[in-house]
């Protein structure tokens, strides 16, 4: 088994070994009990059951993958939970895991309220009364979509109404002390209309209220929204790769 130099014991002690990234920031919440490791350069961490992800790092990608490949075969990590990783080949993986699926994101962040956009004055904070809509909404326009209104990681909801239609909407999926944007939808038939931009631009404006940066996360291949995302100030990127574990 690769095992770490040194164990990290608490959300400090983390954060302090990362420098305070804003991407530790976001997924070390406040109240957990956290606990990690350094290794050649690499900080990573296990995050507690029930979260979208087992673990992460930051750092040199090999190092970090070497201790997780040592935690798969302790039995710490199992086979179908993912880990989160600066971004890596498939061959880099390959090498140290048994892989299910590779996807490759970019976590962006902005301390900057974007430059105002037209309809941003329209983005409203949704209540329980919305839900009917927004499931309606991401049932048709985004399908795929892992934010729900039954899902308990959400503080809040926000979205854009045409008369009584519900045609945009976002979830703040707020946790450790980073603002973070989700579920980004904009209804199929009012796509193009500068409604993805409000949104994001509204969203942003009331986070940062409550958070000194925001932060969202867009899939590489979705080149159309990161080029939205940094236009609007997300320039702040991080490279990740999720290895889903086989």
Request: proline share 7%; net charge positive; hydrophobic share 40%.
């Amino acid at each position: 088994m690769i095992a770490p130099n040194e164990v990290l014991v608490g959300r400090d002690a983390l954060l302090a070994a990362t420098g305070h990234h804003p991407y530790a920031r976001h997924v070390l919440g406040r109240g957990q009990e956290a606990r990690g490791w350094r290794r050649d350069g690499a900080v990573g961490w296990l995050l507690p059951q029930g979260q979208w992800s087992a673990g992460g790092s930051l750092g040199p990608t090999g190092a970090a993958l070497d201790v997780f490949a040592g935690l798969l075969a302790a039995g710490t990590l199992r086979p179908g939970q993912s880990v989160n990783v600066p971004r890596c080949t498939p061959e880099e993986v390959a090498g140290r895991l048994p892989v299910a699926r590779l996807d490759h994101w970019d976590f962006l962040w902005t301390g900057t309220a974007p430059p105002p956009q037209a309809g941003e004055k329209r983005v409203v904070r949704l209540t329980e009364a919305d839900h009917p809509a927004l499931d309606a909404l991401i049932e048709r326009a985004f399908p795929t979509s892992a934010s729900r209104p039954d899902d308990t990681g959400i503080v809040d909801w926000y979205g854009i109404r045409d008369g009584d239609r519900l045609v945009a909407c976002g979830a703040d999926r707020s946790r450790g002390d980073v603002g973070f944007l989700s579920g980004l939808t904009v209804a199929p038939e009012r796509r193009g209309r500068g409604l993805g931009a409000a949104l994001t631009a509204g969203m942003t404006k009331a986070l940062l209220a409550r958070h000194d940066l925001v932060a969202l996360g867009v899939y590489t291949d979705n080149v159309g929204a990161g080029r939205l995302y940094r236009r609007l100030g997300f320039t702040g990127t991080a490279p990740r790769s999720s290895v889903h574990l086989g």
